[in-house]
C-alpha cells in the first residue's frame, strides 16, 4: 500500500517537472554532428531533495538549483535525456559515453 503510493508520487513528480521545465523555456533543436538534440534550460529547483546530475562533458556534478541544460536526443526520446553544464553542452560533440 504505502509503496504502491509512493510510486505514484514519483510519476506524479516526472510530469510535474517536465511542465515546469516547458513554462522555463520552450524546447528546441541543436545539431551535434547530425544528430538532433532537444534542448531546454532548467534551474533544477524541481529536482528531488539531494538530487544531483552527473553532466556527461565534464563528469563534475551539477547540483540542484543550478541553471542548466537538459538535452535528449530527438529520435531517441526524453528517457535518453542528460543533464548538462550551459557551457559544457557548448562544447559537447553529440557522442555521449
Ligand atoms: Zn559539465
Known amino acids: 500500500m504505502r509503496a504502491r503510493r509512493r510510486r505514484g508520487a514519483k510519476e506524479q513528480q516526472y510530469r510535474e517537472l517536465d511542465v515546469s521545465m516547458l513554462k522555463l523555456s ?9 544528430i538532433e538534440f532537444t ?4 534551474n533544477g529547483a524541481n529536482a528531488e ?3 544531483s546530475w552527473l553532466c556527461p562533458v565534464c ?3 551539477i547540483e540542484p538549483g543550478l541553471n542548466h541544460t537538459v538535452a535528449w536526443d530527438t529520435h531517441r526520446g526524453v528517457e ?3 543533464h548538462f553544464h550551459n557551457h559544457c553542452f557548448k562544447i559537447f560533440d553529440g557522442l555521449l559515453p
Open 26 to 34: 520552450l524546447p528546441h533543436t541543436v545539431l551535434k554532428r547530425g
Open 39 to 42: 534542448v531546454q534550460q532548467t
Open 49 to 51: 531533495a539531494g538530487k
Open 59 to 61: 563528469v563534475i556534478s
Open 80 to 82: 535518453s535525456r542528460r
